[in-house]
C-alpha cells in the first residue's frame, strides 16, 4: 500500500517533464532520466476478430496441454501423449526387425485400438477448456471483449479437435517414418497414412464436439469429466456387445447399424466406406445407404456439437 | 511494436463533446421484474458514480451499455455509437470490471492481463508491455508472477481493474469496486478510480450501494432506484450535505463530554447535531479533523469514536433531499 502511495506522489510530480523516450511536443521534455513515466496511452493498431479468436485457439491449445499452467495440470496430457506414442514406438521396433511388408496394426485402426487412452484424454481435458472459464466467471471478461460467442465456440472447439488430431496423428506420423526407414513400399504407405489422417480429422472433431458439449453443460470439472467417459466408454462398449450379439444371432443389419451410436464406431464406419480403409468393425454399415448415412450423421454430429455450444453460450453472455 | 508512448495532459480527454454514455428511455424487463425503467441519462467525461441499492438495476445497466443485452424499449450509446448495432466496437473501447470474482487462480496476474490484452486486440508485443504497465499503475509488482489463487481480495480487485484498463479503453465501466475490501483497501481503490478519470484520461462509470464513497471520487452521480432515475447531479450538490464526522467522547467526572464538546466546537463556528450521545459535526474542511481532535485534548475528554459517515440511499428518499441524520449508519 505504502508502495502505491510513494508512486503515486512521485509520479505526480514527475508528469510536468513527460515521457523523455521521444521528443516532447510541448518542448519541455529532453531531461535525461525517466523518473516515472505515467500513464501511457496506447495508439498502436487494435487488431481485429481473426487474430483475436486466433490467440484464443493458440492460448486454448497449449492448455489443453498444461503449457502455462501449473506443473500439475502438464501430468495428465504429458502421460496420456505418452501412452499413446509408446506403441507406435514399439510397431515401428518391431518393423525394422522383421520382414513385414506392411503395418502390422492398420493407421486407420490406431485410434480404435488405443480409444480407451483418447477418451480419457478428452474427457480430462475438455473441461480444462470450457469448465475453467465458467467456474471462474473468466467467460464475463471475454464476451465483454470484442470476441463474438461465435469466435469464442469456434476457438475452443478448434483448439480442442487440434489437439485430438496432435495425439492420434504424431503416433501415425511415426509408424509412417518408421515404416519408411524399413523399407516398407512407399506409394501405399502414403495412401495409407494418408487416409488414417483424414480418418483422425473426422475422429477428431466427432470427439471434441462431444466433449465439450458435455464439459461446457456444468461449471463442475469432476462432473463434467465423468459424463464424457461414460458417454464414450459406455456406449463403445454396449455398442459392440449389441453387435456381436446380433451378428451371432445373424442379424446383421442391426450389428452394422448399432455402430451409429458410439463416436468411435461412427467414425470407423464412416472412414471405411469413405476411404476403403480397413475396419474393425465386426459388421459393417449395411451398404452404400449405410456408409452415407454414417458419413451425414457425423457431420450432423459436429455441426449439432457446435449449435448446442453456440446456443449454451448465447444464453451465458445474457446472462 | 505497437505502442508509442505518449502523454497527454489530464485536462484533455480523448472525447471532448461527445456525451460518453447517453441512455434514452431505456427500458429493460425481464419477466418477474423491471430492471430498468424508462431511463434517461446522460454521462460526460472524468467520474461518474452510480448509486443504487442492490437491485436497482446498475448491473443491468452496464450489460446493456457492453451490448450484452437488448434493451426491451428505449436506445443507449456509448461513446458516440449505438450498443444494439456497435456492441463489438464499443467493447473494443471500453474496460469492464464485474462485481463478482472473476479471475482463473492458476495462472500469473501478468499472463492473466496479457492474455486479456490480446482478446482486445493488442498484438503480443504490446499486449505485454500494456500489462507490465497496467499493473504497475493499479499498484501490483512483485506478486505479478504468482499464481492468482494465492492473492487477497485487494489484490484480487487490483488485477480485475488491470485487466479492465489493458487495452487503454476509452471508458471504464467498474461494478462495486470496492465490495469485500477492508477501509484501507477501499480508500486505495478509490484514489486509484480517482487518478484512472483524471490522470489517466479515461472516463469511469463506478458503480456502488453506498453515496458517501462514490462523492469522494465523482464528478458527478447518477442515483438510481427500482430501475428509475432518482437524481442525476454534479457530486458538489451531494456533498454539501453528506460530509460529516461521527464523534462520541466520554464524560468528565463531573459534567458530560458531548454537551461540553458541543459547545465548545459550536463555539468555533462548526454546524453541529446531537444524536443521544452521539455528535454529529458538519466538516467545514480538512481544519475540522485536527480542530475536533484539539477541542477533545484540551477539555480532558477521551475520545471513543471519530468516524465519516457513510449515507445510505435511505436518505436520499427524505423529501428534504438526503439531510444527514444520526438514524443511519455510521
Known amino acids: 500500500m505504502e508502495v502505491t502511495r510513494a508512486d503515486l506522489s512521485k509520479e505526480t510530480l514527475d508528469k510536468p517533464t513527460g515521457n523523455t523516450s521521444r521528443p516532447d511536443s510541448r518542448g519541455r521534455g529532453e531531461s535525461g532520466v525517466i523518473h516515472d513515466i505515467g500513464y501511457r496511452h496506447f495508439t498502436g493498431e487494435r487488431l481485429g476478430r481473426g487474430y483475436i479468436t486466433r490467440s484464443l485457439y493458440v492460448s486454448s491449445l497449449r492448455g489443453v496441454f498444461g503449457l502455462g499452467r501449473s506443473g500439475k495440470s502438464k501430468l495428465l496430457p504429458l502421460l496420456l501423449s505418452a501412452a499413446m506414442l509408446l506403441p507406435a514406438l514399439v510397431i515401428v521396433a518391431i518393423i525394422s526387425i522383421t520382414n513385414l511388408t506392411e503395418q502390422p496394426l492398420a493407421y486407420s485402426q490406431y485410434a480404435v485400438a488405443l480409444q480407451g487412452i483418447v477418451a480419457i484424454f478428452v474427457a480430462a481435458q475438455s473441461p480444462q477448456l470450457v469448465s475453467h472459464d465458467l467456474r471462474f466467471r473468466t467467460i464475463t471478461l471475454y464476451f465483454a471483449r470484442p470476441l463474438e460467442r461465435v469466435d469464442y465456440v469456434f476457438a475452443k472447439y478448434a483448439a480442442l479437435a487440434s489437439a485430438l488430431l496432435l495425439l492420434i496423428g504424431v503416433p501415425l506420423l511415426v509408424l509412417y517414418l518408421g515404416g519408411m526407414l524399413a523399407g516398407l513400399p512407399f506409394g501405399r504407405q502414403t495412401a495409407e497414412f494418408g487416409g488414417g489422417l483424414i480418418g483422425a480429422v473426422i475422429l477428431s472433431l466427432l470427439l471434441a464436439g462431444l466433449g465439450l458439449v458435455f464439459a461446457a453443460l456444468t461449471p463442475r470439472r469432476g462432473f463434467a469429466v465423468a459424463i464424457v467417459i461414460v458417454v464414450l466408454l459406455v456406449s463403445y462398449g454396449a455398442v459392440n456387445i449389441v453387435s456381436a450379439v446380433a451378428y451371432e444371432e445373424g442379424n446383421l443389419e442391426l450389428a452394422g447399424w448399432i455402430y451409429l451410436f458410439s463416436p468411435v464406431t461412427l467414425y470407423d464406419g464412416a472412414q471405411t466406406f469413405l476411404l476403403n480403409t480397413p475396419s474393425g468393425l465386426i459388421q459393417q454399415p449395411p451398404g452404400t445407404l449405410g456408409g452415407i448415412v454414417f458419413c451425414l450423421f457425423a457431420v450432423f454430429c459436429v455441426i449439432g456439437a457446435f449449435g448446442i455450444l453456440l446456443t449454451r453460450y448465447r444464453r451465458m453472455a445474457a446472462a | ?330
Request: aromatic share 2%.
Open chain 2, 1 to 330: 511494436m505497437g505502442v508509442v508512448p505518449e502523454v497527454r495532459p489530464p485536462d484533455s480527454p480523448i472525447v471532448d463533446d461527445v456525451a460518453v454514455i447517453e441512455t434514452d428511455r431505456l427500458t429493460k424487463r425481464f419477466p418477474s421484474v423491471t430492471a430498468l425503467d424508462d431511463l434517461t441519462i446522460d454521462v460526460g467525461t472524468g467520474v461518474t458514480g452510480l448509486v443504487g441499492s442492490n437491485g436497482a438495476g446498475k448491473s443491468t445497466l452496464i450489460k446493456i451499455l457492453l451490448g450484452l443485452q437488448p434493451a426491451t424499449s428505449g436506445g443507449a450509446r456509448v461513446l458516440g455509437m449505438d450498443v444494439t448495432t456497435h456492441g463489438s466496437q464499443i467493447r473494443g473501447r471500453v474496460g469492464y470490471m464485474p462485481e463478482h470474482d472473476c479471475l482463473p487462480p492458476d495462472v500469473t496476474a501478468t499472463e492473466h492481463v496479457v492474455h486479456m490484452a490480446r482478446i482486445s486486440g493488442l498484438a503480443p508485443t504490446s499486449a505485454r508491455e500494456r500489462a507490465a504497465d497496467t499493473l504497475r499503475h493499479v499498484g501490483l509488482y512483485e506478486e505479478r508472477y504468482r499464481p492468482i489463487g494465492g492473492y487477497s481480495t485487494g489484490m484480487k480487485q487490483r488485477v480485475k481493474l488491470a485487466q479492465a484498463l489493458a487495452h487503454d479503453p476509452q471508458l471504464v465501466l467498474l461494478d462495486e469496486p470496492t465490495n469485500g475490501l477492508d477501509p484501507a483497501g477501499r480508500d486505495d481503490m478509490l484514489d486509484l478510480i480517482s487518478r484512472i478519470g483524471s490522470d489517466f484520461g479515461i472516463s469511469v462509470l463506478v458503480t456502488s450501494h453506498l453515496l458517501g464513497e462514490l462523492e469522494r471520487v465523482s464528478d458527478h452521480v447518477v442515483v438510481l432506484d427500482g430501475g428509475r432515475l432518482l437524481r442525476s447531479q454534479a457530486t458538489r450538490e451531494f456533498t454539501r450535505k453528506t460530509q460529516v464526522l461521527s464523534v462520541e467522547v466520554t464524560d468528565t467526572d463531573d459534567r458530560r463530554g458531548d454537551e461540553v464538546l458541543a459547545a465548545a466546537l459550536a463555539a468555533d463556528g462548526l454546524v453541529i447535531r446531537h444524536d443521544g450521545r452521539l455528535l454529529h459535526i458538519d466538516i467545514a474542511d480538512d481544519e475540522t479533523y485536527d480542530l475536533i481532535r484539539d477541542r477533545v485534548v484540551g477539555l480532558g475528554l477521551g475520545l471513543v469514536r471519530l468516524q465519516q459517515q457513510r449515507h445510505h440511499m435511505a436518505e436520499l428518499f427524505r423529501p428534504d433531499g438526503g439531510e444527514p441524520d444520526g438514524g443511519d449508519q455510521g
